[in-house]
């Protein structure tokens, strides 16, 4: 063959026929020429996740620059995508990267026990519950003492926290949020009843209380009380009975780079164990970080649709989820919510429910979303409330596995490629050989 190819039509081997123009402009004026392509010249600050497959640059991110920079309004994020799109890799990428600028991560549930290897990767630990497990939680421990708190005000505190605590439990084990009013005053008689007694508060005792309160809040207590017992014996002698029943045998080192909860051993649990135990560790974790410079925490809820939503359709995470977004800012706590579909979501109370829009608003909260592979029958519902055009929704569709859509905030929008390290990956990933056990 000829050095320049045989001459033949379409065989690419003519002189294109147009020869553009050569201009020269400076990088600003670029800038301006083609708005749609060049960045704003001003990249994110924080950790390396890959390059931006829109702009060819490189991303960084990290929720709580990102925040002071202006360019979200709350820390929290979100990641979709299909079983196998990459989520949970890049949750880890965007972890042990965060962990090495100092900041720290915990992972509340983990239930197939694959971010045990990347714990140990930035020197954290790892804590198992479950059944033939020595650690136990008690959902009532209010974490340590707040030192900035004057006695009767933590006193006050502590009630207000087990309250709250109490009504979630009891939402999770009816699977449903509705309490009467004398269910609410039944709740905070009985605990002021332990408190007079005992100086750590156990859901036994709570129930104990319900069920044989003192004589002279027996009445008020009365048939609310007797309900309430009937519902939190579950967790004092039925089944759930060994995993909550008793003090804290563990306490939370605020210090450590990344604890993660391998839940694991709870594989086979009923939906409402596994939502409690969900329940228990992210307020442990919450409450025994405590507030301040140089405490910025991510937390990243495995599987948080499943677990934390579909499982129990009474919603009881849900609402504290909400109210824990809340006061996460001021708390410098970034959520990262890992969900297979907004359909999940939907799939949440009716729409147009108060527990539909609740988990919608759960979302909202979420400034910065990212996109993984989806399935293409969710594209549409994904694009409505995501708010994507339809040159967006056609880059989603075309995602390959560890490439994301991310919206930054209202304005900023990037495709990105988790880069990892061959040694990276063989901490991160769930298939393969010598893989984390899903
Ligand atoms: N950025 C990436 N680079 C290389 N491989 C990846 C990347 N993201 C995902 N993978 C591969 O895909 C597999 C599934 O990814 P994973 O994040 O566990 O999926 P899921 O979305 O279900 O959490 C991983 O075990 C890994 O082998
Ligand atoms: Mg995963």
Same mark, same amino acid.
């Given at each position: 063959?000829?050095?320049?190819?045989?001459?033949?039509?379409?065989?690419?081997?003519?002189?294109?026929?147009?020869?553009?123009?050569?201009?020269?402009?400076?990088?600003?004026?670029?800038?301006?020429?083609?708005?749609?392509?060049?960045?704003?010249?001003?990249?994110?600050?924080?950790?390396?996740?890959?390059?931006?497959?829109?702009?060819?640059?490189?991303?960084?991110?990290?929720?709580?620059?990102?925040?002071?920079?202006?360019?979200?309004?709350?820390?929290?994020?979100?990641?979709?995508?299909?079983?196998?799109?990459?989520?949970?890799?890049?949750?880890?990428?965007?972890?042990?990267?965060?962990?090495?600028?100092?900041?720290?991560?915990?992972?509340?549930?983990?239930?197939?026990?694959?971010?045990?290897?990347?714990?140990?990767?930035?020197?954290?630990?790892?804590?198992?519950?479950?059944?033939?497990?020595?650690?136990?939680?008690?959902?009532?421990?209010?974490?340590?003492?707040?030192?900035?708190?004057?006695?009767?005000?933590?006193?006050?505190?502590?009630?207000?926290?087990?309250?709250?605590?109490?009504?979630?439990?009891?939402?999770?084990?009816?699977?449903?949020?509705?309490?009467?009013?004398?269910?609410?005053?039944?709740?905070?008689?009985?605990?002021?009843?332990?408190?007079?007694?005992?100086?750590?508060?156990?859901?036994?005792?709570?129930?104990?209380?319900?069920?044989?309160?003192?004589?002279?809040?027996?009445?008020?207590?009365?048939?609310?009380?007797?309900? %309430? @017992?009937?519902?939190?014996? !579950? +967790?004092?002698?039925?089944?759930?009975?060994?995993?909550?029943? =008793?003090? /804290?045998? $563990?306490?939370?080192?605020?210090?450590?780079?990344?604890?993660?909860?391998?839940?694991?051993?709870?594989?086979?649990?009923?939906?409402?164990?596994?939502?409690?135990?969900?329940?228990?560790?992210?307020?442990?974790?919450?409450?025994?970080?405590?507030?301040?410079?140089?405490?910025?925490?991510?937390?990243?809820?495995?599987?948080?649709?499943?677990?934390?939503?579909?499982?129990?359709?009474?919603?009881?995470?849900?609402?504290?989820?909400?109210?824990?977004?809340?006061?996460?800012?001021?708390?410098?706590?970034?959520?990262?919510?890992?969900?297979?579909?907004?359909?999940?979501?939907?799939?949440?109370?009716?729409?147009?429910?108060?527990?539909?829009?609740?988990?919608?608003?759960? %979302? @909202?909260?979420?400034?910065? !979303? +990212?996109?993984?592979?989806?399935?293409?029958?969710?594209?549409? =519902?994904? /694009?409505? $409330?995501?708010?994507?055009?339809?040159?967006?929704?056609?880059?989603?569709?075309?995602?390959?596995?560890?490439?994301?859509?991310?919206?930054?905030?209202?304005?900023?929008?990037?495709?990105?490629?988790?880069?990892?390290?061959?040694?990276?990956?063989?901490?991160?990933?769930?298939?393969?050989?010598?893989?984390?056990?899903?």
């Amino acid at each position: 063959m000829p050095a320049g190819g045989w001459k033949a039509p379409h065989n690419l081997r003519a002189r294109p026929g147009v020869v553009a123009p050569v201009h020269r402009a400076s990088s600003r004026t670029l800038g301006a020429a083609l708005p749609f392509l060049a960045e704003s010249g001003n990249p994110m600050a924080g950790a390396y996740i890959g390059p931006n497959l829109l702009s060819r640059s490189t991303f960084c991110f990290d929720p709580w620059e990102a925040y002071a920079a202006g360019v979200v309004r709350s820390h929290s994020m979100a990641i979709f995508g299909v079983k196998g799109s990459g989520k949970s890799v890049l949750a880890k990428a965007l972890s042990t990267r965060l962990c090495r600028l100092g900041r720290k991560v915990a992972v509340p549930h983990d239930p197939n026990g694959e971010w045990t290897r990347v714990a140990a990767y930035v020197g954290g630990v790892t804590m198992r519950l479950g059944p033939g497990q020595a650690a136990r939680i008690n959902p009532l421990d209010p974490g340590p003492r707040r030192a900035d708190v004057s006695g009767a005000d933590w006193t006050q505190e502590v009630l207000q926290f087990q309250r709250t605590k109490v009504r979630a439990m009891v939402a999770i084990l009816r699977n449903t949020t509705d309490l009467s009013e004398i269910e609410h005053t039944a709740i905070d008689l009985a605990l002021e009843q332990v408190h007079r007694s005992n100086s750590t508060a156990l859901v036994p005792m709570v129930w104990e209380a319900l069920r044989n309160p003192e004589s002279h809040i027996a009445e008020e207590i009365g048939a609310g009380g007797q309900m %309430l @017992a009937h519902t939190l014996r !579950r +967790v004092t002698v039925g089944d759930l009975a060994d995993l909550m029943d =008793r003090p /804290s045998t $563990v306490a939370f080192d605020a210090n450590t780079p990344m604890l993660t909860v391998d839940t694991s051993g709870l594989l086979r649990a009923s939906a409402e164990t596994k939502a409690l135990l969900r329940l228990t560790t992210t307020d442990w974790i919450e409450r025994g970080t405590p507030a301040g410079p140089g405490q910025a925490r991510l937390i990243v809820h495995e599987e948080a649709a499943v677990a934390l939503l579909n499982e129990v359709a009474g919603g009881g995470n849900l609402v504290g989820r909400v109210s824990d977004e809340k006061t996460a800012r001021h708390k410098r706590r970034s959520n990262c919510y890992l969900i297979h579909r907004i359909n999940d979501f939907d799939a949440l109370g009716d729409r147009g429910s108060a527990l539909h829009a609740q988990a919608l608003g759960l %979302l @909202a909260d979420c400034d910065t !979303r +990212v996109n993984y592979a989806q399935h293409t029958g969710e594209l549409e =519902r994904s /694009s409505q $409330v995501l708010g994507w055009n339809r040159t967006q929704t056609e880059l989603v569709r075309k995602l390959r596995r560890g490439e994301g859509f991310w919206q930054i905030g209202p304005e900023r929008v990037a495709k990105v490629r988790n880069d990892c390290t061959p040694g990276e990956l063989a901490v991160f990933r769930t298939d393969g050989p010598g893989a984390a056990p899903q």
